[in-house]
């Protein structure tokens, strides 16, 4: 089955998502796209034949004519459109995961997702062993898990954490850890950052009892996450070093090919892992 697909956003994991499709990548077929800037939305449709470009949406819920809807638009979009999209029946792929860390727009998510034909996909982003805490959890022997993330501190300019608490990123010459705290409050003030925060900690213990450790690192040229977790099956730890988008340091480069690879996942006949 060769799916639709619709895309909320055109920044740089919905232009990535775009390109895998245009390139026979995922065997899927972009309908329709829609953005807040015309010219990205251009930019998007230019990837493919005039035969097969992508419409530009008037609005969010043209996008529910598609099979799956992808959200790649940021944490204020997923309100706008994952709920519908599954009330619609479509299967929603949520890029921007930290927006669940509010309570009551994961319980009404997770709620249309039981409810409804559609189903939720929330892919790992840019992290690693999300199968063996999925595992782990699955059997009740989990107990801890941490998440510990360093970026450059250009990475890390905007977040609403960092403006709060009138931290200067420019004055910061060695590893400085700039936050301390449980998933969901890590994936609120960072909602650019560590949206892999709110996807370890669903995967496992729970947004509360998940603690992430945030590090700005001047001399870092990666972005590092490293899981460590512990229970009653061993220990697990993982540490990934993603290299930045070359056009958004804030965002990894492995977390757009973690969406193609869901979506690809979709369609095929032989899956490894989980």
Do not use: W
Request: include cysteine; proline fraction near 5%; glycine fraction near 8%.
């Amino acid at each position: 089955m060769v799916r639709s697909v619709g895309i909320l956003g055109c920044g740089t994991i919905g232009t990535e998502i775009a390109r895998a499709i245009a390139t026979e990548t995922v065997p899927a077929t972009l309908s329709v796209v829609h953005g807040q800037h015309p010219d990205r939305v251009a930019a998007v449709q230019d990837q493919f034949d005039t035969d097969s470009q992508p419409r530009a949406a008037e609005s969010i819920s043209d996008l529910f004519e598609a099979d799956i809807v992808i959200e790649a638009a940021g944490q204020d979009a997923v309100d706008d459109v994952a709920i519908d999209a599954l009330e619609h029946g479509c299967e929603c792929l949520l890029m921007s995961v930290g927006a669940l860390a509010d309570a009551e727009l994961r319980s009404d998510v997770l709620e249309a997702a039981d409810a409804g034909s559609g189903r939720l996909h929330l892919p790992s982003g840019a992290i690693a062993g999300l199968d063996a805490i999925k595992a782990a959890a699955l059997t009740g022997e989990l107990e801890t898990a941490t998440l510990q993330t360093t970026k450059p501190p250009s990475g890390l300019e905007g977040a609403p954490y960092i403006d709060a608490n009138d931290i200067d990123l420019d004055a910061i010459t060695e590893p400085t850890v700039v936050f301390e705290g449980p998933a969901n409050e890590a994936a609120s003030a960072f909602p650019s950052n560590i949206n892999v925060a709110m996807a370890l900690s669903l995967a496992g213990i729970g947004p509360s009892e998940t603690a992430v450790e945030i590090v700005a690192h001047p001399d870092a040229e990666t972005n590092t996450h490293t899981i460590s977790a512990t229970g009653g099956m061993g220990r697990i730890e993982t540490t990934v070093e993603n290299v930045p988008s070359p056009t958004n340091p804030k965002t990894s480069y492995l977390a757009a090919i973690s969406a193609i690879e869901k979506l690809r996942s979709l369609s095929a006949t032989v899956t490894v892992g989980t």
